[in-house]
Nanobody, 118 residues
């Protein structure tokens, strides 16, 4: 059973930084971060394949860093230069067989952590 638990969200001023964390239960999955605001589609932000290949979405490119600690089973998203438009619910996702890309949905998501930039 895949379990994903996000943390690290909160309130931050424009230009500030946050590091989101995701504790996951299984290795050998593609992992990623997504966000979704009310009335909008889920947006893929960054993904990392099991062999470490990283894809960063255009909307956050240059402002985020994705990292993974397989030993601790943690996934991190460091976000800098936050903007009001980054306000959203952020989700950690995992995908086993369906490919690793920010352009597609994943099979598993956590409950999310809220990020508010104001």
């Amino acid at each position: 059973d895949v379990q994903l638990v996000e943390s690290g969200g909160g309130f931050v001023q424009p230009g500030g930084s946050l590091r989101l964390s995701c504790a996951f239960s299984l290795n050998k999955y593609c992992m990623g971060w997504f966000r979704q605001s009310p009335g909008k589609e889920r947006e893929g932000l960054a993904t990392m394949s099991n062999d470490g290949r990283v894809i960063i979405g255009d909307s956050v490119k240059g402002r985020v860093t994705l990292s993974r600690d397989k030993t601790r089973k943690m996934l991190y998203l460091q976000m800098n230069g936050l903007k009001v438009g980054d306000t959203s619910m952020y989700y950690c996702g995992a995908e086993q067989f369906g490919g690793c890309s920010t352009e597609k949905g994943f099979g598993y998501y956590g409950r999310g952590t809220q990020v508010t930039v104001s």
